[in-house]
């Protein structure tokens, strides 16, 4: 056998097993990083194949719907899947290949079921579906076509192609340690197709395949890898040498770290959340990025934190939990996972915690609301609900902090709402609000 084939063959038996972690539960990234000993192009197919079909899901299970008789095996569902995906969205491998693997994998996996799969794949190989809803031809949840209908319109389209979409890499330099142009350099001697954002200068877009553990850059801490959109919250922020800044859920720390970035380490910046495995993340970050002793992590619940250090920090960034609507492109799994019926409740949380930061932040001081959804329940009506019963807080309009002029075209109310697909970038609503000199915590 072609040694090409074979390892294509084991990219497809990884993807397969990935799926399965997924169906358990797995995020979407752990999944993936399970997968060991692939060659870099293998990998690629792997990953590529997993993201796909989470991606297209709906579109795919439409498409082989009307050659299907009774249950499949989950096993079975995810390989004809794999291959109508093949079949439907990567060129480079013809439909031959697609239908002769899936039918090998079937075999290897589940022998009584190689004549259906087979059968399955040459009669849809040449009847694409045709009179699908929006739902779906782009694979959306049909709660969130109807939502979206109503607020955007004739923009709909558009925004659930690029929820569709392979989004770039996108890297974050460290402009404290390294230029834009030595990262692109390094790219460019791998021959990854990458480009400088034009939006930010400390951004990088990257096109081809990158698996981050093997790029030297990031293994000495000089780039992480951010969207666009959630860089501008540490813009946004502005944090000043000498500031205490809190990020109250800091998650992995993108964007504390970029806040240390900014400022060369020279604020005083505690980190908190309630995880203690996104925390280990988060000193794992640090650490790569040389900041370790940059930051004080606490696990700790940030409304319990906010509510007993009144008036401690001139800074705070709240990223709030929320549905993630914002970002699908990226968490391919996400738009199977969230009901509408969870916005009040990402509601109700997100107005407790930015009460929180109020109690917490100094007259005077700053506090940076992000969430990345777009929805009204997670974005405007939380700032507004809080502005509401707080006399001391006022916004203050962003775009004089924002990096580039197109940028303020998004800004309404005062905050940045993008929605997906927006000048590249993911869906993010970014406000900033100031406590009043007179404030009384």
Known sequence: MDASVSRAGLARDEALKALA???QGYPVSDAIQQAKGLPARDRALMATLV?????HLRYLDAWMKPFVRGDLEPEVQDILRMAFYQMGFLDRVPDYAAVNAAV???RARAPRAVGMVNAILRRGQSKKPEQLSLGERYSHPDWIVERWQARYGPRLESILEANNAVPPLTLRVDLDRTSRAEVLEELGNLGIDAEPSPYLPEAIRVRGSLWLEDFEPFRRGWVTVQDESGMLVAWVL???PGDEVLDMAAGLGGKALHVLERSGGAVRLTCLDISRPRLRRLEENLSRTGRGDQAAIK???AVQFGNSHQGSFERIILDAPCSGLGVLRRRVDARWKKQANDLPAFHETQVELLDAAWRACRAGGVIVYSTCSTEPEETEAVVDEVLARRP????????????????ASFVKNGALSLTPGDLGMDGFYIARLRVKKEAVQ
Not at 392 to 407: G, K, N, S
């Open 238 to 240: 502005d944090a000043q």
């Open 299 to 301: 696990e700790a619940n």
């Open 392 to 407: 001391d807080l006022r916004r203050e309009d962003v775009t004089p902090y924002l990096p580039h002029p197109d940028l």
């Open 51 to 55: 993201y796909g079909v989470l991606r």
């Open 21 to 23: 972690r997924i169906r």
């Open 104 to 106: 090998e994998q079937t």
